[in-house]
């Protein structure tokens, strides 16, 4: 039972473009979500992330955006750039008890110059 | 840098073996988890521990253990080795409570043969 989903396994962009990276969750529960960078042999950089009480969070070129009602977000990054290029992983949380995170499968973004 | 020190980064054994894995997490952070990540599976929760104690476990086998120590390093045991094993072990920490921001090692590469 995979309760964070990232149904694109890759996603191919423009240099200077808009990246926009989606995920969905089945948890209700989940009331804490994130978004990790992961370059190969490296581990899971925080990039941004989000608390369910706000459907919006901006950190520089990166915002998230969550949409309670849908159980989805997305990320998207303006403008894109070449070291954006890596894996990304979409992460769910309970605020209250363990506080285990739920990874997604993750994404494959590749900047083409 | 995320501040979360794993070693060893690479460990080469063979079936039926034991070996141990160790973390040492950011200064502050009384939190620290356990992530398998397998060929074919994203991120899986080990076990989480806080200032010492176990927190909460997912799935992880019988055949592994850990601890975390009172300079709160932690040390993630694996016994009885089989080839399936065979995977990347994250480290992460966090300081803890309505953030939950884990901050992740480079990981350790285990190859059972």
């Known amino acids: 039972d995979q309760q964070v989903k990232q149904n694109s396994p890759s996603l191919s962009v423009q240099e200077g473009r808009i990246s926009i990276l989606n995920c969905d969750y089945t948890?209700?529960?989940?009331?804490?979500f994130l978004w990790y960078k992961k370059y190969p042999a490296e581990g899971p950089t925080f990039l941004i992330s989000?608390?369910?009480?706000?459907d919006k969070n901006e950190d520089g070129r990166f915002t998230v955006f969550l949409n309670k009602s849908a159980k989805h977000l997305s990320l998207h990054i303006v403008p894109s750039q070449p070291g954006d290029s890596a894996v990304y992983f979409c992460?769910?949380?309970?605020?209250?008890?363990?506080?285990?995170?739920?990874f997604g499968q993750g994404t494959r973004l590749t900047i083409n110059p | 840098d995320s501040g979360v020190t794993q070693t060893p980064k690479h460990l080469i054994t063979a079936t039926g073996q034991r070996v141990t894995l160790r973390c040492s997490p950011r200064s502050g952070d009384l939190s620290v988890y356990w992530y398998q990540q397998s060929l074919d599976q994203g991120l899986q929760f080990l076990i989480q521990?806080?200032?010492?104690?176990?927190?909460a476990k997912g799935n992880i086998l019988e055949r592994f253990s850990a601890q975390q120590f009172p300079d709160l390093h932690s040390e993630l045991n694996l016994s009885s080795l089989e080839l399936g094993d065979s995977a990347l072990y994250f480290c992460?920490?966090?300081?803890?409570?309505?953030?939950?921001?884990?901050?992740f090692g480079a990981g350790t590469r285990l190859s059972v043969l």
């Open positions: 989000i608390s369910s009480i706000k």
């Open positions: 948890n209700s529960m989940f009331d804490y």
């Open positions: 992460a920490s966090s300081v803890g409570g309505a953030v939950n921001i884990q901050y």
């Open positions: 521990y806080y200032n010492g104690e176990e927190r």
């Open positions: 992460a769910a949380s309970e605020i209250q008890g363990a506080q285990k995170l739920v």
